[in-house]
């Protein structure tokens, strides 16, 4: 089986790498290209064997599947160039939320998914969120989620519901970063404590924590609850902590549903005008 991916940016090298290391696929079943041909070249010195092409055209006849691994704006022009290579039995895999399903159905012939990685894959964590088109059969479903599963958790969701998923799953990272940054960075400002050190062990409390919440089987109610003696210091930062941030969770997936609603509409309007100049 053959795996091509348009497009090696931060996530296309990110899901070869780990694919590669993970040994999912070997090098030679690999097939990237790149607007900036050096990065495609570049993953085929590290990884002997693989193949970086100059062409999106050659991707498309040489793989069984194409990870699409570019931005939202990108894809109508990508997919009017492997449209006319394209077999039904190929199955496409877009990595982004504004792209729908049916935008993809309705240009190309073959099986369609998306599916939604998060940088955790890197380290073999996390979910890859698996949503999937009308024409996709079970043997191709099966066969994508043998493969994600050498570096996630393969979740199938609802197509209406990816965005918020999204934002759990593949911004969450950022976000909680962003938090324990702000974390650290206030506890060097208030005690002097040494940056560094305290990331240290921020980082290594975050990674508690989750384990606490998945394999430990606790829920963030009881984490809270074990933490917060009765009448102790956990309890009144606990406290000022729900009053100060009341509202920001909603405000932040408000903002992140504007924005995916205002990509969608620039990809359909992408796609509407690639038809037509196509006549
Ligand atoms: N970065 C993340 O954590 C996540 C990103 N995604 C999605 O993955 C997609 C890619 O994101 P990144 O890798 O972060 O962006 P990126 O900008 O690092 O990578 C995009 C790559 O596509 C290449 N490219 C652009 N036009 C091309 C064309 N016509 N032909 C071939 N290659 C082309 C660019 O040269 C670049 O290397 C986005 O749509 C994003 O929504 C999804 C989940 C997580
Ligand atoms: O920021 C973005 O648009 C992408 C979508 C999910 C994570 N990163």
């Given at each position: 089986m053959n795996i091509g991916f348009i497009g090696a940016g931060s996530m296309g090298s990110l899901l070869i790498e780990a694919f590669i290391i993970a040994e999912?696929?070997?090098?030679?079943q690999i097939y990237v290209s790149n607007r900036t041909y050096a990065k495609a070249e570049a993953l085929a010195y590290k990884f002997p064997g693989l193949h970086a092409l100059e062409h999106n055209t050659d991707i498309a006849l040489n793989s069984d599947i194409i990870f699409l691994c570019i931005k939202p704006h990108e894809f109508a022009k990508v997919i009017s160039e492997i449209k006319p290579l394209l077999r039904p039995n190929q199955l496409i895999v877009s990595?982004?939320?504004?792209?729908l399903l049916s935008h993809l159905e309705r240009e190309l012939n073959c099986h369609i998914a998306k599916m939604i990685p998060s940088i955790t894959n890197k380290m073999w964590s996390g979910a890859t969120l698996c949503i999937y088109g009308s024409r996709i059969d079970q043997e191709s479903q099966t066969k994508l989620e043998k493969l994600l599963a050498y570096i996630s958790e393969p979740i199938r969701i609802e197509e209406d519901f990816t965005r918020v998923v999204s934002d759990i799953s593949s911004c969450g990272p950022a976000f909680f970063s962003f938090l324990l940054q702000q974390f650290v960075d206030a506890a060097v400002e208030e005690t002097g404590i040494s940056r560094e050190g305290a990331m240290v062990i921020a980082s290594n409390m975050l990674l508690g924590t989750g384990l606490l919440l998945t394999e430990g089987g606790m829920t963030t109610e009881d984490v809270q609850k074990r933490v917060?003696?009765?009448?102790?210091i956990t309890a009144r930062a606990l406290a000022m902590l729900k009053t100060d941030t009341t509202g920001i969770f909603n405000n932040l997936i408000r903002t992140t549903h504007a924005k995916y609603y205002e990509d969608v509409e620039q990809v359909s309007a992408q796609f509407d005008k690639e038809e037509v100049s196509e006549q």
């Open positions: 999912a696929i070997e090098p030679h990595i982004t939320s504004p792209v917060a003696v009765p009448g102790g």
